[in-house]
């Protein structure tokens, strides 16, 4: 029992991997390739503990040529090379398999030394990675690869392969254990996903619980929290889950949905991110609920400098009221498109010169006409407002600010509109 039960009981048919039927289903094309045993180039992107490394295995398999493995993060090109090297007297038309796990680690350089020998024949590369590959991995790979997402594992699939686990254990201690429904489920839903760490957990219980006084290992949900300690999250902060999680929260902010707000507010606080969190409720603040609730952002700020100072566990309750109060606001994104909008003006046309009323000059210089720069005073004037152009000429009909729907701001709109005779 010294290998891990996860390689043990590693599946050695596409009919005993769980999950991922969206790809390895009867009829879906991943399982059309690799039982054709025509292996393409293939890059297989998801969460660790999926299946990625037990596919390409069944695909060597199957399709009858050696397989070499690398991990990206210790290996380098000398090592692909290596391997094309060492395969040489075994090569035959379509070559040997090469996984490179974490592909993700080898900088772009590394990565086009693999071009010639994919394109040569001499390797078939499945890749895979936890990151995005559109982001992680060089054009050039992409355009020669096929993507395929595997994605993370229901409770429901990790049960499934936790109980083919103890029958083998059962086999292979003579049937000395014994598991509650309710302990395979506890293992299941705090795996994250992560099948492999849930064999992991499931070995570790069955190796360390004593046994009764009749030999038998009576394995509970007690057990099940001991080996597992803390729920799993599937999160990294400079990874896809990191982000996944933050659009996820901000979107449901946005959609005034405060229940999923929180429950996303609860992962980022259970992922330990609060500089995240603070980061991202200030710019929803001014993003999503803007002008139609002007002083929210003033709230906000008060509840992350709050947070900020109390730190965890603390700091989730300002967190909470912060997340609420957004979530429930009237929701407001004019500015956002007004100062978007003349970003887009100043990057990508000549927008003029700043009229000459607006100019920051006291004098007019010899041979300047018309003399006086003219700046009508607005405090001079009735409400404080007299007609002059501001804009540019080029520019001087432009509309960046369109007013919202919202109460505050159609307020303010019949404000001027009367103060400027549109009414």
């Given amino acids: 029992m010294n290998k891990p039960l996860a390689d043990r ?20 094309i991943l399982r059309n390739i690799i039982e ?34 690398l991990n990206a993060t210790n290996a380098s090109v000398a090592d692909v090379k290596a391997v094309v090297k060492e395969s040489e007297g075994l090569l035959g038309g379509e070559g040997v398999l090469l996984y490179l796990d974490e592909i993700q680690n080898f900088n772009k350089k590394q990565q086009q030394s693999l071009l010639e020998y994919t394109e040569n024949g001499r390797i078939t590369l499945i890749a895979s990675t936890t990151e995005n590959p559109y982001f992680y991995v060089y054009n050039a ?13 229901t409770t ?31 293992l299941a839903e705090k795996s994250g996903g992560d099948v492999r760490r849930a064999l992991n957990s499931l070995e570790l219980a069955v190796r360390y619980t004593p046994p009764s006084g009749g030999g038998v290992i009576h394995l509970g949900v007690d057990a099940a929290e001991q080996c597992t300690q803390k729920k799993v999250m599937q999160y990294d902060k400079m990874g896809d889950s990191h982000y996944d999680i933050l659009s996820a929260f901000q979107k449901s902010i946005r959609g005034s949905d405060p229940d999923a707000a929180v429950h996303y507010l609860a992962r980022l606080i259970a992922a330990d991110d609060l500089q995240s969190i603070c ?6 603040a001014c993003e999503d609920v803007g002008l139609a609730y002007p002083t929210a952002i003033t709230v906000v700020k008060a509840c992350v400098d709050s947070a900020l100072m109390l730190g ?16 429930t606001a009237p929701k407001s994104n004019s500015a956002y498109l007004a100062v978007n909008s003349a970003l887009y003006d100043i990057e990508h046309m000549d927008t003029g010169t700043i ?31 007299t007609e002059q152009q501001y804009l540019p000429d080029k520019i001087r009909d ?11 701001e159609q307020s303010a709109k019949e404000y001027w509109d009367r103060i400027k005779h549109k009414n």
Wanted: avoid cysteine; hydrophobic fraction near 35%.
């Fill in 9 to 28: 009981i590693r599946p050695k048919t596409l009919d005993d991997v769980v999950g991922q039927q969206h790809i390895l289903g009867k009829g879906r």
């Fill in 36 to 69: 054709s045993g025509n292996i393409p180039s293939m890059i297989f992107y998801g969460p660790s503990g999926t299946g990625k490394t037990t596919v390409a295995n069944i695909a060597a398999q199957i399709s009858n040529r050696p397989l070499y493995r």
């Fill in 141 to 153: 790979i992409l355009s020669r690869s096929t993507v395929f997402e595997f994605r993370p594992l």
């Fill in 156 to 186: 429901a699939d990790i049960e499934a392969a936790l109980r083919r686990a103890a029958d083998i254990l059962r086999g292979e201690l003579g049937g000395t254990i014994e598991t509650e429904d309710d302990f395979l489920k506890t």
């Fill in 279 to 284: 980061r991202r409720l200030m710019v929803i």
């Fill in 312 to 327: 965890f566990p603390e700091a989730r309750i300002p967190l909470a009221e912060a997340v609420i109060l957004l979530a």
């Fill in 355 to 385: 009229p000459r009323q607006l100019q920051n000059k006291h004098y007019d210089g010899e041979g300047t006409l018309p003399k006086g720069q003219n700046y009508l005073y607005p405090h001079d004037y009735p409400n404080h407002y």
């Fill in 398 to 408: 432009k509309k960046y600010y369109e007013y919202g729907e919202n109460k505050t």
